[in-house]
């Protein structure tokens, strides 16, 4: 096996595990929460979806899917590139208001494709490349690939939790 197929194997795992975690629910579903510091199964799936986006965006020098199209409307949100999730307060996770599963679906989908794309090309020569120097040692983009997913299966994870505790 070589590095694309583990990597393609890796992400390819996301699909069915974000479905599982958002199929059938209501918008009220997907804005609750367990408790009052508690992120929303929605918050976590847009989250996990955001932070792929834009990390992919900047490894291939492309726009974020994000901000293509009405994805930050549907979000009930402004097209802020920068606005991934990452140390959101409660008060900011609250402002993430899906509309809809499909819309949750659909820009992971969208941001999957771009992903997929991007790792079909890779070498095992490319995963040395450092991607970024503000750290010691410098992150490669092999390291950077698996710390996009290691982040997007935990939070696919917690998602699934947050949905087992629905109705409970």
């Given amino acids: 096996m070589d ?5 393609l194997d890796g992400y390819g795992r ?10 059938g629910l209501s918008t009220d579903d997907l804005r609750w929460a367990p408790g009052e510091m508690a992120n929303p199964i929605g918050w ?4 996990l979806t955001r ?3 834009s990390h992919i965006a900047e490894l291939v020098d492309k ?3 994000y901000l293509s199209g009405a994805w930050p ?8 590139p920068e606005d991934t999730g990452y140390d959101h307060t409660i008060e900011q996770v609250g402002t993430v ?8 679906v659909e820009y992971f989908d969208a941001v999957h494709e771009v992903t997929v794309g ?12 450092v991607v970024d120097e503000r750290w010691d040692p410098p992150v490669t983009l092999g390291v950077r690939l698996i710390s996009v997913l290691d982040d997007d299966l935990e939070h696919a994870g917690q998602a699934a939790y947050v949905r087992g505790l629905l109705g409970r």
């Fill in 3 to 7: 590095v694309n197929d583990l990597l």
């Fill in 14 to 23: 996301l699909p069915d595990l974000v479905r599982s975690a958002v199929e």
């Fill in 44 to 47: 976590l799936v847009w989250h």
């Fill in 51 to 53: 932070v792929q986006d």
């Fill in 63 to 65: 726009k974020q899917v």
């Fill in 73 to 80: 409307r549907r979000f009930g949100l402004e097209p802020d």
């Fill in 97 to 104: 208001r899906p509309e809809s599963v499909e819309a949750l």
């Fill in 118 to 129: 991007f790792l079909r090309g890779l070498t095992a020569t490319d995963l040395d490349r």
